[in-house]
T-cell receptor, first 112, second 114 residues
């Protein structure tokens, strides 16, 4: 039972344009959400997080949006750079317990 | 600041054998979680250790076990290896147990079971 879903396995964007990565979840108990970036042969690197009391969090070129009613979050990268090419995972955690549930990832390619 | 380190990086084992994977947590972190990432999937929670005790477990059988040591380093042990155990095993440390602390991952151990 996949509680966090990333329905786009891959995404290609031109350098300098916006990249939008999407994530949907089914568990209404999730209240803390994170995005990770993963390069080949490396572990996932934490990018940005958001709690359910907010609908937007920004950190430099990265912004995460949360739509609780739709159970949807998205990561915007502006402007996209070739070094952003990686696999991006969204993850969620419920207000009880201590595990994170991950999506299956979206592979982003930024074309120079 | 020293990050999360895992050893070995790669391992090949035969079905039925036992394996031990090791992890050193990031300095200042006292909680360690282990995740399994199968090919094409996202990481799946195995268990978490806090204060040397298991502090939550995912949907994995008892042949997956672990330890945490006083210096917060950790081991993952898997007995009676099965072919489906072939995966990337990720260790992650965090500053405290609790869901509002981001996980910081190591580079993983790639386990192949033949």
């Amino acid at each position: 039972d996949q509680q966090v879903k990333q329905n786009s396995p891959s995404l290609s964007v031109q350098e300098g344009r916006i990249s939008i990565l999407n994530c949907d979840y089914t568990n209404s108990m999730f209240d803390y959400f994170l995005w990770y970036k993963k390069y080949p042969a490396e572990g996932p690197t934490f990018l940005i997080s958001i709690s359910s009391i907010k609908d937007k969090n920004e950190d430099g070129r990265f912004t995460v949006f949360l739509n609780k009613s739709a159970k949807h979050l998205s990561l915007h990268i502006v402007p996209s750079q070739p070094g952003d090419s990686a696999v991006y995972f969204c993850a969620a955690s419920p207000n009880t317990g201590n595990q994170f549930y991950f999506g299956t990832g979206t592979s982003l390619t930024v074309i120079p | 600041e020293t990050g999360v380190t895992q050893s070995p990086t790669h391992l090949i084992k035969t079905r039925g054998q036992q394996v031990t994977l090791r992890c050193s947590s990031q300095s200042g972190h006292n909680t360690v979680s282990w995740y399994q990432q199968a090919l094409g999937q996202g990481p799946q929670f195995i268990f978490q250790y806090y204060r040397e005790e298991e502090n939550g477990r995912g949907n994995f059988p008892p042949r997956f076990s672990g330890l945490q040591f006083p210096n917060y380093s950790s081991e993952l042990n898997v007995n009676a290896l099965e072919l489906d155990d072939s995966a990337l095993y990720l260790c992650a440390s965090s500053r405290e147990t609790g869901y509002r602390s981001p996980l910081h991952f190591g580079n993983g151990t790639r386990l192949t079971v033949t």
